[in-house]
């Protein structure tokens, strides 16, 4: 298993920043793709942004520009750099790992990180 964990959530007013982490032993040596998502109350969970085993990162329309995914290949972590932060940024934040050598199929999904932005 690549296990994620998340950490580095909280609440911040608008305008602020906040930085993510997501640590999965293995994550670098099995060559997986990491994911954040986020889940707000009431609402479907909504893919935030991807980094893939080359670096290659995406991310969402909602948070382009504001929002950086970066990896530690050292600490097996993902960082998720988030600015500007907007009241409608408030979600459980969580982290999926994915694509992993020799792993098939299998997706691991960390606890979640509350993210709460206040106005």
């Known amino acids: 298993q690549v296990q994620p964990v998340e950490s580095g959530g909280g609440s911040v007013q608008a305008g602020g920043s906040l930085r993510l982490s997501c640590t999965a032993p293995g994550f670098t040596s099995h060559s997986c793709t990491m994911d954040w998502y986020r889940q707000a109350a009431g609402k479907q969970r909504e893919w935030v942004s991807s980094i893939s085993r080359n670096g290659g990162t995406i991310y969402a329309d909602s948070v382009e520009g504001r929002f950086t995914i970066s990896k530690d290949k050292a600490k097996d972590t993902v960082y998720l750099q988030m600015n500007s932060l907007k009241p409608e940024d408030t979600a459980m934040y969580s982290c999926?790992?994915?694509?992993?050598?020799?792993?098939?199929?299998?997706?691991?999904w960390g606890q979640g990180t509350q993210v709460t932005v206040s106005s």
């Open positions: 999926k790992t994915w694509g992993c050598a020799d792993m098939g199929r299998s997706q691991y």
